[in-house]
């Protein structure tokens, strides 16, 4: 009963949350969606006249009012399986009542963006077991609702430890499923557009999910915003690392929790020594450790943007200039934002 009340709870945060949270990148691809199908009746009916018209004419006519479409990238697809133990309907409810799938706003940035051989599918599904994972065979991200309820778990835990609210364990939820999701993304990706990896990985993909968050900044979120949700995703490795580690740990194709955390702190860190100077401080990243994090994550970042670059759709690839003003574009809306207080 309590475990229903808390994600009760969540789930009117959360729609609250989303409405704000990765919406306008979401509204855009909306307002695109209907562009185009508003465009197509209107195609449709062009044809009739073409016919009657001298072919050399209704061409010129055509193509000065249509520009030539690009190829749009792969779109993915989203599903919530009903689950047969009744413990977890609450969690598919919830699930399902907000879209939780689409609301991960690395995913819904890439569903689209890339040319893949197949869709990738995101299943939210019981699985007897908590686990997230990339089903090979199929092209399914699976996120089982046992790990959501684990999530919504150690989220209360950790507000309890550290005297926060409902919104802070609801943006432990949410920070970790967007971690999550992008490591079994990037298992797909790996999989799918047969990448190379000569690392492990699993580390490869924990380095793609940091890369993804820190580097598809939008104006809903400053980097600020980011580093802060990737160090509760570093929380969960901590979290679940006791420390009891045997032969079969070492082992394991991941590398173990502690291990994963500071990683992850090295990327955060890294990615700008400056402003994260406190992640060093604080004692979060030993010293020895943080001296080579700017380099290395730099060379991780360029790594996996060379391996990226060449799939995103032709519609989707962006002139250097058009880039800048993108960027100039997101980081005056991120200066709106933060002197308008109110709307957060
Ligand atoms: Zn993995």
Same mark, same amino acid.
């Given at each position: ?52 018209? +001298? ?217 700008? +020594? ?35 670059? +060449? ?34």
């Amino acid at each position: 009963m309590v475990q229903k009340i808390i994600i009760g709870l969540l789930a009117t945060a959360l729609i609250a949350v989303c409405s704000i949270w990765g919406y306008s990148v979401w509204s855009q691809k909306q307002a695109a969606a209907a562009l185009v199908a508003a465009a197509k009746p209107v195609a449709a009916a062009i044809k009739p006249i073409e016919a009657v018209k +001298p072919p050399e004419a209704a061409a010129t006519e055509v193509a000065a009012v249509v520009p030539e479409e690009k190829a749009d990238g792969t779109h993915f697809t989203y599903q919530y399986v009903v689950p047969r133990s009744g413990q977890l309907l609450p969690t598919y409810e919830m699930a399902r009542e907000i879209d939780l799938l689409r609301h991960l706003p690395e995913v819904n940035q890439l569903d689209g963006w890339l040319t893949l051989p197949r869709p990738i599918n995101f299943i939210a599904a019981e699985c007897g077991t908590v686990n997230a994972f990339y089903a090979k065979d199929k092209g399914d991200v699976v996120l089982c609702y046992e790990m959501i309820d684990l999530l919504v778990r150690q989220g209360a835990a950790f507000v309890q430890a550290n005297g926060g609210a409902t919104r802070d364990q609801l943006d432990y939820l949410l920070a970790n499923l967007r971690f999550l999701m992008l490591h079994e993304t990037g298992h797909a990706l790996i999989d799918m557009l047969d990448l190379p990896s000569t690392g492990r990985e699993e580390d490869a993909v924990d380095q793609l999910a940091t890369t993804l968050m820190l580097s598809l900044v939008s104006a809903d979120e400053s980097s600020s915003d980011i580093a802060q949700k990737l160090q509760l995703a570093a929380t969960f490795f901590i979290a679940t690392d006791d420390g009891q580690h045997d032969m079969a740990t070492y082992a394991d194709e991941h590398s173990v929790g502690a291990q994963r955390y500071f990683n992850l702190q090295c990327m955060i860190y890294g990615n700008n +020594p400056g402003k994260y100077l406190r992640i060093v401080t604080t004692g979060r990243l030993p010293e020895a450790r943080a001296l080579r994090c700017e380099e290395e994550s730099k060379q991780i970042t360029r790594s996996w943007m060379r391996l990226i670059e +060449p799939n995103i759709a032709p519609k989707h690839r962006l002139t250097a200039e058009e880039e800048r003003a993108k960027i100039e574009q997101i980081q005056r809306k991120q200066v709106e934002s933060t002197q308008a207080p109110y709307m957060r």
